[in-house]
């Protein structure tokens, strides 16, 4: 069986930073990519970063590019999302997927995770 945790979240003041991870078991972890989504009340699941199995390639949605970093470690299992100058609009339940590859759409992902909310106090 196929799990996904992310652990991380929590309650943050406007500027600072959290460490999203994202613990994968069931799978052979180094040929997945994981991707982070968010969902805010009321909005749909939206992408946020990923990161590719072959090469680590990387992705971010504008609006955290230069904010947040994606970084995995295989030996771990363990893909991280750090998450600096934290604003107010980042408030959400992060979730974390795997799949083949980064994949553009939210519901072609195969695996999730429960998700962690983040809230983000201005």
């Known amino acids: 069986e196929v799990q996904l945790v992310e652990s991380g979240g929590g309650l943050v003041q406007a500027g600072g930073s959290l460490r999203l991870s994202c613990t994968a078991s069931?799978?052979?972890?180094?040929?997945?990519?994981i991707g982070w989504f968010r969902q805010a009340p009321g909005k749909e699941r939206e992408g946020v970063s990923c990161?590719?199995?072959?090469?680590?390639?990387?992705y971010y949605a504008d609006s955290v590019k230069g904010r947040f970093t994606i970084s995995r470690d295989n030996a771990k299992n363990t893909v991280y999302l750090q998450m600096n100058s934290l604003k107010p609009e980042d408030t959400a339940v992060y979730y974390c997927?795997?799949?083949?590859?980064?994949?553009?759409?939210?519901?072609?992902?195969?695996?999730w995770g429960q998700g962690t909310q983040v809230t983000v106090s201005s």
């Open positions: 069931g799978l052979i972890f180094a040929d997945h990519a």
């Open positions: 990161i590719s199995s072959s090469d680590g390639s990387t």
């Open positions: 997927a795997a799949d083949y590859g980064c994949l553009p759409r939210v519901d072609e992902y195969d695996y």
